[in-house]
C-alpha cells in the first residue's frame, strides 16, 4: 500500500500538469502543484514579474493559484489587450472581484449601464457642479480643522490629512449632503470605511484568516447600514448622479440589500484612490522643496489673476507644473494590474510582429507600473522623483516618451485605458490640485521633521489602483495670517 500515495501523486500531477503548445508565451507553472508562484507572488509583485521578466522576456504565462495568467510587459503592444473586449472581457473578472470584496451579486448588464449613467455625470458641462460642491466642502473642512487655536500649528498624519479630508468632503459631495443634517456623518462612515479598505485587498485575492473574515464581514454589514439612506430620495441630499444610480438599480429589479452593497461598491470607486494620491503629491513637494516652490509660484500667480472663488476648476492647461508633479506622482505610485479575462481563444500580435496564442479560460494581464512607468529604457533613475519630468524645456507639458527608439503611445497609466479607463480621471485631478491650491495659499504647511524622507511602499497593495505608504509622514499647518 506504501506505494500508492506516491504513484497517486504522479498520476495527479501528470494529469494535472499544462504543457506549453506550439505559438503559446513561455509558460512557468512554478514547483507547487495548484499554487504555482501564488507565495512569491503574494509577497513582492513587482519583484517577481521583474524575476520573471528577467527569466522570459516580455510575455510569459505563470500559474497562480490554480490560474493561468498571461502578463504582457511591452507597452509598445497594450493595444492588442485594451481594444480586444470580445476576445479579453473587463466584466467577467470585475464579477469575480465584485462578489469577492463586496459580496454583490447585479444583473448581467447592469455595470455596463450604470457606467455609461455615470459619464454624463463625471464628464462635461456637468462635472462643474460637482467640482464647486467639492471645493466647497474641501474649504468648509480644513478651515472647522483648524477652528480652535487659530495661529497655532496642529501637528498631524499626511496620509491620515489627506485620506480623511478627501474621504468626507467626497462622501458629502456625492454621498452625504450637507453636514449637521439628518445625515450619516461622513467621520464615522471614513472610520469604517479605513477598516474595509485594510482588509481590501485580502478579500481580492481571498486570503483573510478566520477571524479577520469575521472583521471584514461585520465592517461590512455596518457600512452598508450608514450607506442605507443615500440617494433614496431626490432631495436627500446626495448627488444628482447617485439619486440616478439608485433609480437605475431600481428599476433594474435590484432588491434593497443589494443597493446598499452597490453603494458600498461605488463608494470604493470613487474615493479609494483621491486620498492615497494626494497623500502621495503633498508628501513628494514637502521633501523636494524645488517642487513645492515651483508648484507654490504657479498657483500663485493663478490666484493673483483670478479674483472668483473657485479658480483652477476647468483650467488644467494653465497648471503644467502642477501636472507635471502630478504626473510624476502617479508614475511612481499608481500600480493597478489591468487584468481581462480570454472568453475566446485569441493570437495576440506583439509590436515586434511575434504572435502567440492565448488560450479561452486563462487572463491576460498588462502592469504598467514595470513598464513604462519604472522602465530606466523609459525613464533616467526611474525611481526617483523629479518633479519637471513632464515638462518640455520651453515649460509646456511633456507628451513624448521613447522606447527602442519608437514613441509611446501610453507613457503611464495610472487611469487604465480604452473603454474601461477610469470615468473619474477629470474629477479626481480637479480635487487634487483644488486641495492642493487650498492648503499651499490658505495655510502655512511644512514637515514636522525637516529631514524627513518619503515612506516605503506597503508591498501588500500592488494590482488595486493608488499605493499605500507603510508609514505616516507627519507634517504641520495652519492658516496663513491675512494682513
Ligand atoms: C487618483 C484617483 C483615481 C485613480 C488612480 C483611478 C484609477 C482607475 C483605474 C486604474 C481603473 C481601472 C481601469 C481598468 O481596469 O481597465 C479605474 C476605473 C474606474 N474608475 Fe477610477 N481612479 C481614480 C478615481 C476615480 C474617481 C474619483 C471616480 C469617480 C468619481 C472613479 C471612477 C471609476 C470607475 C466608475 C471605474 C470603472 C470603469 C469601468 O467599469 O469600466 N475613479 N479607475
Not at 507547487?32 to 522570459?56: Q, T, Y
Not at 520651453?394 to 516618451?401: A, E, I, N, P, T
Amino acid at each position: 500500500m506504501i506505494w500508492l500515495v506516491p504513484l497517486l501523486v504522479l498520476l495527479y500531477l501528470t494529469f494535472t500538469r499544462r504543457w506549453r503548445c506550439k505559438n503559446e508565451p513561455p509558460l512557468d507553472p512554478g514547483l507547487i502543484p495548484w499554487l504555482g508562484h501564488a507565495l512569491e507572488f503574494g509577497k513582492d509583485v513587482p519583484r517577481f514579474i521583474n524575476r520573471m521578466k528577467l527569466k522570459h522576456g516580455n510575455i510569459f504565462t505563470v500559474r497562480v493559484a490554480g490560474r493561468y495568467v498571461t502578463w504582457l510587459l511591452d507597452p509598445h503592444s497594450y493595444d492588442a489587450v485594451i481594444d480586444d473586449p470580445d476576445s479579453l472581457d473587463f466584466a467577467c473578472y470585475a464579477q469575480v472581484l465584485m462578489e469577492r470584496i463586496f459580496n454583490l451579486q447585479l444583473p448581467p448588464q447592469q455595470p455596463a449601464k450604470a457606467k455609461a449613467m455615470m459619464k454624463g455625470y463625471f464628464l462635461g458641462t456637468s462635472m462643474s457642479t460637482l467640482n464647486s460642491t467639492m471645493g466647497r466642502h474641501l474649504e468648509t473642512l480644513l478651515r472647522t480643522e483648524t477652528l480652535q487655536n487659530q495661529r497655532n500649528w496642529k501637528k498631524e498624519g499626511l496620509f491620515n490629512l489627506s485620506y480623511s479630508l478627501l474621504f468626507r468632503a467626497g462622501y458629502l459631495t456625492l454621498f452625504g449632503g450637507e453636514q449637521n443634517n439628518n445625515s450619516t456623518d461622513p467621520c464615522r462612515v471614513y472610520e469604517e470605511f479605513k477598516k474595509f479598505d485594510g482588509v481590501l485587498c485580502k478579500l481580492a485575492r481571498g486570503t483573510l484568516g478566520a477571524e479577520e473574515r469575521e472583521t471584514a464581514q461585520s465592517v461590512r454589514r455596518r457600512l452598508w447600514e450608514l450607506l442605507a439612506p443615500a440617494g433614496l430620495t431626490e432631495n436627500s441630499g446626495s448627488s444628482r448622479w447617485l439619486y440616478a444610480y439608485r433609480q437605475l438599480l431600481q428599476e433594474d429589479g435590484v432588491d434593497e440589500e443589494t443597493q446598499r452593497k452597490a453603494l458600498l461598491m461605488q463608494l470604493w470607486a470613487t474615493q479609494g484612490n483621491v486620498g492615497p494620491a494626494a497623500f502621495w503629491l503633498l508628501g513628494y513637494m514637502l521633501t523636494n522643496p524645488e517642487a513645492l516652490m515651483a508648484v507654490k509660484q504657479e498657483l500663485g500667480q493663478i490666484s493673483r489673476t483670478e479674483n472668483s472663488g473657485t479658480p483652477l476648476v476647468q483650467r488644467s492647461e494653465n497648471t503644467p507644473v502642477f501636472d507635471s508633479v502630478l504626473e510624476e506622482t502617479l508614475r511612481l505610485t499608481a500600480a493597478p494590474f489591468i487584468t481581462r479575462e480570454v472568453v475566446q481563444d485569441k493570437i495576440l500580435c506583439m509590436a515586434d510582429g511575434q504572435e502567440y496564442l492565448i488560450r479561452k479560460g486563462d487572463r491576460v494581464c498588462l502592469f504598467p507600473f514595470i513598464s513604462p512607468q519604472m522602465d530606466p529604457d523609459i525613464y533616467q533613475e526611474p525611481q526617483k522623483f523629479k518633479y519637471d519630468r513632464f515638462l518640455n524645456g520651453d515649460g509646456s507639458v511633456k507628451k513624448d516618451f521613447y522606447k527602442g527608439g519608437k514613441r509611446l503611445k501610453y507613457c503611464t497609466m495610472p487611469w487604465g485605458a480604452g473603454t474601461n479607463g477610469c470615468v473619474g480621471k477629470s474629477f479626481a485631478i480637479n480635487t487634487i490640485r483644488k486641495f492642493v491650491y487650498i492648503l499651499l495659499t490658505n495655510y502655512d504647511l511644512e514637515l514636522c521633521d525637516p529631514n524627513a524622507q518619503m515612506p516605503e511602499i506597503d508591498v501588500s497593495r500592488y494590482g488595486f489602483g493608488m499605493l499605500q505608504p507603510e508609514r505616516d509622514v507627519f507634517i504641520q499647518y495652519r492658516p496663513k495670517e491675512t494682513h
